[in-house]
């Protein structure tokens, strides 16, 4: 049970305020009765809540499916650039969405972007052993040696230490295609892998989170709401 003002408060653009005025003015019924008080306490599951009439779907938390293009950061806010957030159209924003789980400014492809930490905290925890997938374009070939190094796990320069990875060559050629697919999500981490086994990621894409692949109708910048099969999917090892 959660308080009416904080769950319409939580869906979009309105205030805790905005909804004691509306409140005031009888415009909110809850299982077809005028709601009296902005505090009173409601079951998203099981109540029905109207606005002038018309049935408000309540969800407490939103989980969004974004392709992300280059250039674009992944963060709620920024002074200089624009985000990952500030794609999301208005019929989808709500208070409090950040992307779980970061892409570098020139990596692309699927970001979740959510407002429950929790669930972020799950799918992106290395105990959890969640794989996310990517397609490394690369510099030059890749050979056995430095796949089974990989999939082994390797420790950085720096003393960094990465889990084993999961390899695999999609295309070769002079610049490689190769599916990658781990567990973290340190910082640079598939470049600064492959920089290890002496080559050069040229172009990276994110193409799924646990089972759950990027929807190949969404163009870059376009974002959908993920569902609930979805979200099982995403966390699915």
């Known amino acids: 049970m959660e308080r009416l003002d904080k769950i319409l408060a939580s869906q979009g653009t309105l205030s805790r305020r905005d909804v004691k005025e509306i409140v005031k003015k009888g415009r909110i019924t ?3 009765v005028v709601a009296k008080k902005s505090d009173i306490k409601i ?3 099981n109540d029905t809540v ?7 779907s309540l969800k407490e938390h939103i989980y969004i499916m974004l392709n992300k293009p280059q ?16 794609l999301v ?8 969405l950040f992307p779980a789980g970061r892409l570098d400014k020139d990596t692309t492809g699927f970001v979740l972007i959510t407002d429950d930490g929790d669930f972020a905290h799950k799918i992106l925890s290395p105990k959890n052993h969640i794989f996310k997938t990517y397609l490394a374009t690369l510099e030059h ?3 056995q040696s430095d796949i089974n190094m990989l999939e082994k796990g390797i420790t950085l320069a720096d003393g960094t230490t990465l889990k084993e ?11 490689p295609l190769v599916q990658i697919m781990i567990c973290e999500g340190k910082y640079h981490q598939v470049k600064r892998m492959f920089a290890a086994a002496g080559n050069k990621v040229i172009a ?16 870059p910048g376009e974002c959908r709401e993920i569902t609930l099969e979805e979200l099982k999917m995403l966390c699915e090892r």
């Open 30 to 32: 809850v299982n077809g």
């Open 43 to 45: 079951d998203i599951d």
């Open 50 to 56: 109207t606005l002038d009439g018309e049935f408000l």
């Open 71 to 86: 250039g674009i950061v992944s963060a709620s806010e920024s002074d200089t650039d624009e985000t990952v957030v500030d």
């Open 89 to 96: 159209p208005d019929e989808l924003y709500r208070k409090g």
């Open 141 to 143: 070939s890749l050979s």
């Open 165 to 175: 990875a999961k390899v695999e060559i999609i295309e070769d050629g002079e610049h």
């Open 204 to 219: 990276l894409h994110r193409s799924k989170m646990g089972n759950l692949e990027l929807d190949e109708d969404l163009k």
